[in-house]
């Protein structure tokens, strides 16, 4: 969760991550998202205002706890 991901967008109250937000604020590449998505049935889904599969979001706060219980569960092996 390294380098700066840009200006936040806030709809209604919550903290809302573009692909590209939350790539960097991971540290992944896109690539590595699509596996993890694919992959890792605890990671949060993404959603969209207009159907566009090509427009996901994620909720920053789901994807913080997610990050947050991977690093837990990593901890404790």
């Excluded at 200006?7 to 960097?24: S, Y």
């Excluded at 540290?27 to 996901?56: A, C, E, H, Q, V």
Aim: charged fraction near 30%.
């Amino acid at each position: 969760m390294a380098e700066d991901i840009g200006n936040i967008q806030t709809v209604a109250g919550v903290e809302i991550l573009t692909t590209n937000q939350l790539c960097k604020y991971l540290g992944f590449s896109r690539t590595r998202l699509y596996t993890i998505r694919n992959t890792d049935p605890s990671f949060p889904s993404p959603f969209t205002f207009t159907g566009d599969k090509g427009d996901l979001k994620w909720k920053l706060e789901e994807v913080k706890e997610w990050a947050l219980k991977k690093m837990e569960s990593n901890h404790e092996e």
